[in-house]
């Protein structure tokens, strides 16, 4: 089992900043594959960022150029720096993780609301 714990999140102004941290325990060997998810209220859960194998990494569109996601191994985290906040970026965050058996784990999320 691996449990993932999101922390980081909060109110920021547009143009702010902020860093999500995903604290990872358990079995985080079997983990090949490392994510940050977000879902708006009324919209489904959508991908931000993944890093595979600790160089592979994915963004979604409406993310490049403003977030960047990496591991920190010897704390057994994964980051999630926010910048250029925009209203639309209000969601509840969510760490990912899945196995090389495909089985998927989450954290229980983290809000993060920008408006002026």
């Known amino acids: 089992q691996v449990q993932l714990v999101e922390s980081g999140g909060g109110s920021v102004q547009p143009g702010g900043s902020l860093r999500l941290s995903c604290a990872a325990s358990g079995s985080i060997f079997s983990i090949n594959n490392w994510g940050w998810y977000r879902q708006a209220p009324g919209k489904e859960r959508e991908l931000v960022a993944r890093?595979?194998?600790?160089?592979?990494?994915t963004y979604a569109d409406f993310v490049k150029g403003r977030f960047a996601i990496s591991r920190d191994n010897a704390k057994n985290t994964v980051l999630l720096q926010m910048n250029s906040l925009r209203p639309e970026d209000t969601a509840v965050y969510y760490c990912?993780?899945?196995?090389?058996?495909?089985?998927?784990?989450w954290g229980q999320g983290t809000q993060v609301t920008v408006s002026s």
């Open positions: 990912n993780a899945a196995d090389a058996y495909s089985k998927i784990y």
């Open positions: 890093i595979r194998a600790a160089a592979y990494i």
